[in-house]
């Protein structure tokens, strides 16, 4: 049967879907993809959507947000459900992703400092360390204790491939160690140096393994980022700064300014409600404290609730 389909291209497959569920949008059915696109059915015309054929499936469409992080799923209920309904979610997801071993469902949101959540055994290997693959790379962790979000993926590949050689780059909050690890993956024929930095001791353990698994150099730094990298040696040394921590990045964003030299390239994620008011926050910040910058790209990343999203804004110092 012919269906409108959005065509989306595979880095950012996912976090699409998850869009189209979210609005309530995408239709039961087997989608396409091919080396480069994959194409969502959709229940009705939209913006930039073709006509093709698909064949209707007959099990329940996954109608739950849900993101997978190596063998192991986890989803998120918007209403109550019991136990059976919550284990027949697990089923469903485990019916159409037969790499999944384990199911968990979010008990609560990301908090504190560690930014850790509680996560609610549903089904399958009660287990909750895995290792995920991500653009050559991977990455072992425990999903209850430090946060790593697979729908960064495409944000990760497109700052590796700006790195410039030459480059010092700074990632605080570096968690397990995705940002730099996948930048020194796709950069071993640059000469660049990267300081990772992270204040979680589990991630950090975790950080330190992924290093080694990789066969990556990155010079890693535990402790508090303000404590830690606003010191003599690091003043105006960075070429690039990554800050993956929207939840609360304003209150770190006097760490770049130390930190980065005239023409240092920030790549800064914050939860707003538009772009501009990401833009208008850094712009305020530059302004006390009498600096000059150039906003330089910025994108939504993901939704995060109906009037939140994440966004990035990438700007330099000038």
Do not use: W
Not at 95 to 108: D, I, L, P, Q
Not at 170 to 193: H, S, T
Not at 291 to 310: A, L, Q
């Amino acid at each position: 049967m012919k269906f409108y389909a959005v065509k989306v291209k595979k880095d950012i497959a996912e976090e699409k879907r998850r869009e189209l569920i979210k609005k309530g949008l995408l239709l039961p059915a087997k989608v396409k993809k091919n080396e480069r696109f994959v194409y969502f059915p959709v229940k009705k015309k939209i913006k930039g959507s073709i006509l093709m054929d698909f064949e209707l499936e007959e099990r329940k469409v996954l109608d739950v947000p849900f993101e997978i992080i190596g063998d192991i799923a986890i989803f998120e209920l918007r209403e109550n459900k019991s136990k059976e309904e919550k284990i027949k979610i697990a089923k469903d997801i485990m019916e159409v992703h037969k790499n999944v071993r384990s199911v968990f469902c979010k008990a609560g949101g990301v908090k504190g400092v560690f930014r850790t959540r509680k996560l609610e055994f549903v089904y399958g290997e009660n287990r909750s360390e895995t290792i995920h693959k991500e653009t050559g790379c991977v990455f072992k962790l425990d999903v209850k204790r430090v946060y790593f979000s697979p729908r960064l993926q495409y944000e990760r590949a497109r700052i590796a491939k700006q790195i410039k050689n030459y480059e010092k780059i700074f990632v605080p909050f570096a968690g397990v160690g995705p940002f730099p690890i996948v930048i020194a993956k796709l950069n071993k024929d640059k000469n660049i140096e990267i300081y990772a930095n992270e204040l979680n001791p589990v991630a950090f353990k975790y950080l330190k393994e992924n290093v080694k698994l990789n066969k990556v150099k990155v010079n890693l730094i535990y402790g508090d980022a303000k404590k830690k990298l606003k010191v003599k040696k690091f003043k105006k040394f960075a070429d690039r700064i990554i800050m993956p921590i929207p939840m609360s990045s304003e209150s770190f964003l006097d760490i770049p300014f130390y930190l980065g030299r005239k023409g240092c390239i920030v790549h800064f994620y914050h939860f707003s409600r538009c772009a501009e008011e990401t833009i208008r926050l850094i712009k305020n910040f530059a302004r006390k404290k009498r600096r000059k910058i150039e906003i330089i790209f910025s994108r939504e990343v993901r939704g995060y609730s109906k009037e939140i999203s994440e966004f990035v804004v990438d700007f330099k110092i000038l």
